[in-house]
T-cell receptor
Framework: DTEVTQTPKHLVMGMTNKKSLKCEQHMGHRAMYWYKQKAKKPPELMFVYSYEKLSINESVPSRFSPECPNSSLLNLHLHALQPEDSALYLC???????????????FGQGTRLTVV | AQSVTQLGSHVSVSEGALVLLRCNYSSSVPPYLFWYVQYPNQGLQLLLKYTSAATLVKGINGFEAEFKKSETSFHLTKPSAHMSDAAEYFCAVTKYNFNKFYFGSGTKLNVKP
């Protein structure tokens, strides 16, 4: 199973709503990522979890709150978003760099978020 | 700092023609390089990766890339384009012991009948 599963696929939310994006992988990967991708742009890194601990936060506003409940799951909690936060949110995982090995990141299909 | 530069935001080829998508990297240490493809409203799919084992790397769907240290390049090629190759292509770099993938700006490939 080389799949990263993201739910929901589409989400429309108001600026006062609270919602969560979910991501799951069963490849035994120990690094998990959230990326944000605006139209016609490359993915921009938001957060990295390594061995279930937040290791990188790319100065993301606090209205985005990541959570890694266990080694297979990654959540992104959303609160009080702005219309400019509308984008494709991609989750990814990789084996991690333990053992002296760099491997590729596997991406989910993304959640298309629209903030109204 | 790690970075990659993709020359040409749009490339258009005829079906059956050679595909060449350019990627140059900037790295102070040996990099690990990747090419990903993205179809509209989908995630990224790995085409191939370079992790120092061999300079010529073969990937899926007939794509390959050659790592050239002297030119700091990792260009993606395919001998004969197919209509299904039309997509956005991203070059990415990371390095050992660093959980961070940097993406190039992307190249949109158009394949004409």
């Amino acid at each position: 199973d080389t799949e990263v599963t993201q739910t929901p696929k589409h989400l429309v939310m108001g600026m006062t709503n609270k919602k969560s994006l979910k991501c799951e992988q069963h490849m035994g990967h120990r690094a998990m990522y959230w990326y944000k991708q605006k139209a016609k742009k490359p993915p921009e890194l938001m957060f990295v979890y390594s061995y279930e601990k937040l290791s990188i936060n790319e100065s993301v506003p606090s209205r985005f709150s990541p959570e890694c409940p266990n080694s297979s799951l990654l959540n992104l909690h959303l609160h009080a978003l702005q219309p400019e936060d509308s984008a494709l949110y991609l989750c990814a995982s990789s084996q991690g760099t333990g053992g002296g090995k760099v491997t590729e990141a596997f991406f989910g299909q993304g959640t298309r978020l629209t903030v109204v | 700092a790690q970075s990659v530069t993709q020359l040409g935001s749009h490339v258009s080829v005829s079906e059956g023609a050679l595909v060449l998508l350019r990627c140059n990297y900037s790295s102070s240490v040996p990099p690990y390089l990747f090419w990903y493809v993205q179809y509209p409203n989908q995630g990224l799919q790995l085409l191939l990766k370079y992790t120092s084992a061999a300079t010529l790397v073969k990937g899926i769907n007939g794509f390959e890339a050659e790592f050239k240290k002297s030119e700091t390049s990792f260009h993606l090629t395919k001998p004969s384009a197919h209509m299904s190759d039309a997509a956005e292509y991203f070059c990415a770099v990371t390095k050992y012991n660093f959980n961070k993938f940097y993406f190039g700006s992307g190249t949109k490939l158009n394949v004409k009948p």
